[in-house]
């Protein structure tokens, strides 16, 4: 918990959360911090991310998609510059980033930035996020259904 609470500022892990009750699962590409079985956490590629589900209870800094790329983003592709409505103004290379759809605003992956918001908006052009996690994946079909647990 120590460590999430410092890679991840944005998420409300204070000291009142109680440890019992969590339990780890490794998957395929990933190890999940479970709390009754939803995803909180995920550890990926030695980075740790908040899950959608997190990302999304939690209003985790994100970037804001056109419709357009949403159907590549949860088939597996990263975020793409052209694809980028709106960014957090602290966004820089190296952030974990939630990716939201434009219509709903809901989460639809998490990924590390790859660019800052000015390029982003400067360049227009190439990767902008790689998505670690998304709707659809073996962590997302996890918890999807359930109660958010915190």
Avoid: N
Wanted: include cysteine; proline fraction near 6%.
């Amino acid at each position: 918990m120590e460590r999430a609470r410092g890679e991840l500022p944005g998420l409300d892990l204070s000291e009142d959360v109680e440890l019992e009750g969590w339990e780890v699962v490794r998957l395929d590409e990933a190890r999940a911090y479970v709390k009754q079985g939803v995803p909180v956490l995920l550890e990926v590629e030695e980075t740790l991310i908040p899950s959608i589900f997190a990302a999304e209870a939690c209003g985790h800094p994100r970037v804001v998609v056109d419709m357009g790329a949403v159907h590549p983003i949860v088939r597996g592709a990263d975020v793409m510059a052209p694809g980028i409505r709106l960014v957090e103004p602290s966004m820089r290379p190296g952030d974990v980033m939630a990716v939201a759809e434009e219509s709903k605003g809901r989460v639809i992956a998490v990924g590390v930035a790859l660019m800052s918001k000015e390029e982003v908006f400067k360049v227009r052009r190439g990767k902008a996020l790689k998505v670690l996690h998304r709707v659809g994946d073996e962590a997302w079909r996890l918890g999807a259904g359930k109660a958010w647990p915190l």
